[in-house]
Structures are given as C-alpha cells and as structure tokens.
C-alpha cells in the first residue's frame, strides 16, 4: 500500500505545477507563522492573517509557479560550455567520468541561478508583490524605494546562505524534489527575515543583536528586507 510519502511523491511528478504552487505557499505562511509565534513584537501580539495571506499569495502564486518553470524545466537542461562537445561525449563512457560530468554541469547551473535570479527576479518580484498586497500609497516609488536601499544588501546576504545548499540540491536531489528541499531550507531564512521585517528598531546601536546584524535603518526599511 502506497505511503503518504509516495502518494505526494507521485503527485510532484505528476501535477508539479499544482503541487509545488501549493507547497510554496504553505511553506511560506508556516514561516511567518514561526516569525510571529516565537518573535512577536509584544508578548500579547495576535497573529496578523493578513501577513500570513501575504505570505501565501506570494509563495503559491509567484514563488511555486516561477520556480516550477526555472527549477524544474529550465535549470536542469543547462549544460557546462566551458566542457566542448567532444569532451563531453567522451566523459560519457565511464562512469566516474560522468559524475565528473555531472558536478561540473552543477557547478554551471548553481552558478547561472544564483547570478541572475535573486538579483534580477526574486528581489525586485518579493518587493513589488508585498507592496502592491499591502496597498502601499504610491506603490511605484515605495518599490524603487526599497531597491534602491534594499537591493545589493540583500543579494549579498542570500550569497551568504544559497549557494552551498543550492550547489547541494542540484548535485544530490531528483529534479522534482528540488523546490520541496528549497522551501524547507528556506522557512528558516523566512522566519528569520519574517522576524526582522516586523520588528521595531534602528539599527546600528538599537541593542538589538538581529536588527544590528542586517543593519535596519528606520521602520519602514524592516517591513521590506526582502526574502529570497
């Protein structure tokens, strides 16, 4: 009899748009609810589902979607160019040799990913999704706003944390279980941003270690530290 684990196996496999939609925003709305159950701003603080709603529409109608598309159907087709054709099918016969193969194409594709996509298409989508959501006044200049301050802080700090786990998921982990290991590396990362984007402070000299950390200037900034 088919397990649970096999059944959602099958189905990522099967209906990977559907399912990984979903997950993303489940994965989404369990990290802000981790953000607001163990950092809440005060200790009666009742959780904002508006927050939580933000959360998923993002995850399950932008995140799933996009990353299906890029994870799942594009990122696994790229191949090394600096390995010539020839190369390549000579690296074919030997099994040692196309794990070679196999890490330098990796290698490529960790690195493709994560040169264009935070910067150029996670960033700038999180920030002008959660604004628009959150009926900012002038959403346009909020979010030129945001990037402007926002934009090379935070691409630097997804560097800090992305590229190993993602040089890992693409080596080691089947093409349609890569977004489910994504999310769960990542409900950490959200929890952690979660908590700083919704906590009052200024940071340098706040006293607050976390606000100190990533250096939240005033309290419009810490709503919008964006999340990878």
């Not at 802000?32 to 005060?42: E, I, S, V, Y």
């Not at 600096?82 to 194409?105: A, I, T």
């Amino acid at each position: 009899m088919p397990t649970l684990f096999h059944r959602y196996n099958e189905l990522l496999k099967r209906r990977p748009w559907v399912t990984n939609s979903v997950g993303c925003g489940v994965f989404f709305i369990l990290g802000d609810l981790a953000a607001q159950t163990f950092f809440p701003k005060t200790p009666t603080q009742p959780l904002d589902t508006h927050r939580m709603v933000r959360a998923e529409i993002y995850g399950a109608c932008f995140f799933g979607p996009i990353s299906v598309l890029w994870h799942g159907k594009t990122l696994p087709r790229l191949k090394n160019p600096f390995v010539g054709l020839s190369h390549r099918r000579q690296m074919q016969h030997s099994p040692e040799d196309k794990q070679r193969l196999h890490f330098y194409d990796t290698v490529f594709r960790m690195g493709v990913d994560q040169l264009i996509f935070p910067g150029f298409v996670w960033i700038p989508l999180y920030n002008t999704v959660m604004v628009v959501l959150a009926g900012r006044d002038d959403p346009v200049l909020v979010i030129l706003d945001k990037l402007h301050n926002n934009w090379w802080r935070v691409l630097s700090a997804n560097w800090t944390v992305w590229p190993g786990f993602q040089l890992f998921n693409l080596y080691f982990i089947p093409v349609h279980l890569r977004i489910v290991a994504l999310n769960v590396w990542a409900t950490g990362w959200n929890t952690f941003l979660s908590f700083v984007h919704n906590t009052k402070g200024h940071g340098r000299g706040s006293g607050h270690v976390l606000e100190e950390i990533v250096d939240i200037d005033d309290d419009e900034q810490e709503f919008y530290v964006f999340y990878d």
